[in-house]
T-cell receptor, first 112, second 116 residues
Framework: KQEVTQIPAALSVPEGENLVLNCSFT??????LQWFRQDPGKGLTSLLL?????REQTSGRLNASLDKSSGRSTLYIAASQPGDSATYLC???????????FGKGITLSVRP | GAGVSQSPSNKVTEKGKDVELRCDPI?????LYWYRQSLGQGLEFLIY????????KSGLPSDRFSAERTGGSVSTLTIQRTQQEDSAVYLC??????????????FGPGTRLTVL
């Protein structure tokens, strides 16, 4: 059974810092690894999807990497801004139906 | 529509009542998923639809939970004889095929269910 872990549960940084959010998973037989953002009281917004055959994906100030052999993914946020404050969830897609197994998320606070 | 929509956005019910939650996926998406997000458990998979059939119901927590999808589009999640532990946010997602590694799942805003 796939298990996804995100540590720490919360992170507070000053504006402008580059930061790395970690995600680990137990079953390397994944289809893809997805990172989502969730704002309070809202649904999930997809940030990046890394296919199992890929090593990384980039979108603007975000870069996500995937190391299947070690069961790890990282989300790198460059030059953090207060608007980046949200909960970031990673999810591993497994099985024939691509259902997602989620970590519990990291709540990020970027201080002005 | 432009995205996944869900209704109602909030639902308060009394213990023992039945509730229906609705999801409208992105037009043309054949795959549809229901997840539940609760404080203690995080986000958990409930059920997957491919077209109108549900090949994976493994996440439904009890036989009080059921779901259907009609016309390859709208889906309804029904919870019978609600219990307080059913209180959570129920999220719906859809994707293009559900079988490609490139498929992103797009989520709706969720329905917040409170069982008194």
């Amino acid at each position: 059974k796939q298990e996804v872990t995100q540590i720490p549960a919360a992170l507070s940084v000053p504006e402008g810092e580059n930061l790395v959010l970690n995600c680990s998973f137990t079953d390397s037989a994944i289809y893809n690894l997805q990172w989502f953002r969730q704002d309070p009281g809202k649904g999930l917004t997809s940030l990046l999807l890394i296919q199992s055959s890929q090593r990384e994906q980039t979108s603007g100030r975000l870069n996500a990497s995937l190391d299947k052999s070690s069961g790890r993914s990282t989300l790198y946020i460059a030059a953090s801004q207060p608007g980046d404050s949200a909960t970031y969830l990673c999810a591993a897609s497994t099985g024939a139906n691509s259902k997602l197994t989620f970590g519990k998320g990291i709540t990020l606070s970027v201080r002005p | 529509g432009a995205g996944v929509s869900q209704s109602p956005s909030n639902k308060v019910t009394e213990k023992g009542k039945d509730v229906e939650l609705r999801c409208d996926p992105i037009s043309g998406h054949t795959a549809l998923y229901w997840y539940r997000q609760s404080l203690g458990q995080g986000l958990e998979f409930l059920i997957y639809f491919q077209g109108n059939s549900a090949p994976d119901k493994s996440g439904l927590p009890s036989d009080r939970f059921s779901a259907e999808r009609t016309g390859g589009s709208v889906s309804t999640l029904t919870i019978q004889r609600t219990q307080q532990e059913d209180s959570a946010v129920y999220l719906c997602a859809s994707s293009t095929t559900g079988v490609l590694s490139t498929d992103t799942q797009y989520f709706g805003p969720g329905t917040r269910l409170t069982v008194l």
